[in-house]
């Protein structure tokens, strides 16, 4: 670990697909070989583990975000750079992100459409979502409000994973 390391969480929000995961782990190695600490919280895997007794509905939703807010907060004492991949559909729960966390807390909003989103899905999500199969996904029966004020944007359906990492990156070196 870097001398002086600060920690911080970068949480990289937006539809499935929209490539949160990928880039998450780009940036994360990248900063692993320049020598920062960091860990990864990806919301498939909490989600399987740790949250597994929440569903999708508004309140689960929330409950989900607060959790994972708690486990940033124990990983910040430590100085660790936490880079999340949730969904994050709502607004209310970003606040809520960014009280808790303050200004250790960088929003990425990962703006891609979800027809991009959804030509993408090779787990075919979005079609069981669209048979019914599946209740309370974003972007198709359940809502995606567009992030009031990011730190960041992204433009994943026009920018590269690459490219997208290194916007991160320059971002996050320039608060450490």
Known sequence: ??????????WLLGHSGAGKSTIAGMLAERLEAEG????????????????RDLTFSDADRLENVRRVAELCKILLQKEIIV???FITPMQAHRDQLRTMLGDRYMEVYLDCPVSICEQRDVKGLYQKARNHEIEHFTGINSRFEIPASPDLILHTSSSSPE??????????LQYL
Not at 2 to 9: I, R, S
Not at 36 to 51: E, K
Not at 163 to 172: F, K, L, P
């Open 1 to 10: 670990m870097k001398t002086g390391q600060k920690g911080m969480v970068i």
């Open 83 to 85: 880079i999340c991949s």
């Open 163 to 172: 490219q997208c990492a290194e916007t991160v990156h320059s971002a996050v």
């Open 36 to 51: 920062f600490l960091t860990i990864s919280l990806d919301g498939d895997v909490v989600r399987a583990g740790m949250n």
